[in-house]
């Protein structure tokens, strides 16, 4: 291990500080004075004569609380992001609690989603699973040194690729942390890319074309098309919860069809073509195989995808801007059987996915365990989270016997780890789990906020249970909402 570089840090003042380098959004809060350190461990030269190491930062605060918490990464990493543990931390970043934070690059350098790295060995490992186990076996010994103590309690706290080296800490390196939070993990990718083609191809068949006969995928739902399908799915779904606030917080319950949709004659503003109403069916419903068993989970029906305004907040109804789905293209004349063989033949899932349900040791050892999940996640699906949490539980005793360690939250409207036109997606789950470990006290819930619902509140339910209104009180405020299963 090579350390490339120290400094002290003062105190920044509430505002003066990016979340992250991918986000123009500043911490509300001050962050006190500390020390930040950069290294390497095991500097070496892989194929192609490039470069590699386990790169990190380590944020140790002058007024440090006793805790540690590693923060997950994103993408396919390869970049070090500023340890600040903001990720599901509320307005209070983990570092101006107090925590000592670190974050790593997994073990090499370059854009967040280049794969170049995967041609080398090590670094293919690394990034599946070896470097956050080093990682956080150093970041004790640094800690511990420059304290004189070592951390009375450990976390780790992740979205996305995050959220799947959360499960894999739970699954590989059980008595490593005590307290873990996942959220929207990455945790089969090689399924939910089948997933994403399939839906892209259901809406591409249906586009129209242009003077070449190429697709125009952002032209086969109009702004009328999107903004119908987002009202109906709120019109069928929305007052499940007991309230009817343009958000559905009873997703199990939500059991939309777009078919209601479908135009009796010609195609008018005020329902959708056959075609369009075959195209959200497979999009939604996720694909099976030839013998017609699912592949990936199906996605909830959520106007989170589509905006009620008619704006698309997401990528998974068609659109023009970004999309996290645009590198994945739909393969001419391949079914999808030979995806499934692809991914099956493909060695690198086998490393890091993370489906294994065997936690025995994680919540032997007293381990507490929180999953989250954005309803309008257009990436990855809330229920193939969800599908793991039963799975998982099934094999841990049942779910009576895992909600005393583990527990799985729907956020309603919230896209990938954020965003969404009616989302409330600043909670504190980071705060929860730390109150579980250090004082016993399970989530019950957690209140959420959003910046897009200025002046709401809600509290997020663990499931099986959902937030209600309970019929009085300012329906603004959470406090007026229980938990019902």
Known sequence: MVITKAEEVPTAPPGTVRISVLSSDMVPVAIGSYCRAEGMIDPRTGVDNKSYAIGFAIALPDHWNGRFLFQGGGGLNGFIT???????????????RGFAVVSTDTGHKGAIFDPYFMKDQLASLNFAYVAVGRVAVLSKEIIAHYYGQPAKHSYYDGCSTGGREGMLMSQRYPTYFDGIVVGDPAMRTGYSNIGLTYARVAFQQIAPKDASGKPLPSQDFSASDKKLLAEAILKWCDEKDGLKDGMIFNVKACDFDPVILKCKGAKTDACLSDQQVGALEKAFGGPKDSRGRPVYAPFPYDPGYIGV???????????KGPSPMASVQPPAD??????????????TQTLTDTTW?????????????????????PVFSPLDT??????????????????????????????????????????DMLGAVVNWVEKGVAPDLVLAKGKSLPGRTRPLCPYPKYAYYQGQGNPEDGSNFACRQ
């Open 334 to 347: 391949l079914t999808i059987d030979q995806m499934v063989a692809n991914v099956e033949a493909d060695e």
């Open 309 to 319: 305004g008619g704006t698309v907040s997401s990528s998974f109804l068609p659109t």
């Open 357 to 377: 349900t065997n936690l025995s040791t994680f919540s032997g050892n007293g381990g507490k365990l929180i999953f989250y999940h954005g309803t309008s996640d």
């Open 386 to 427: 969800l599908a793991y949490y039963e799975r998982m539980a099934k094999n841990n005793g049942g779910l009576d016997e895992v909600e005393n360690w583990s527990r799985f939250f729907f956020v309603p409207g919230m896209n990938h780890c954020g965003g969404g036109p009616a989302a409330l997606d600043n909670f």
């Open 82 to 96: 500023p340890p600040l543990g903001v990720q599901a931390a509320g307005d209070s970043p983990a570092l101006a």
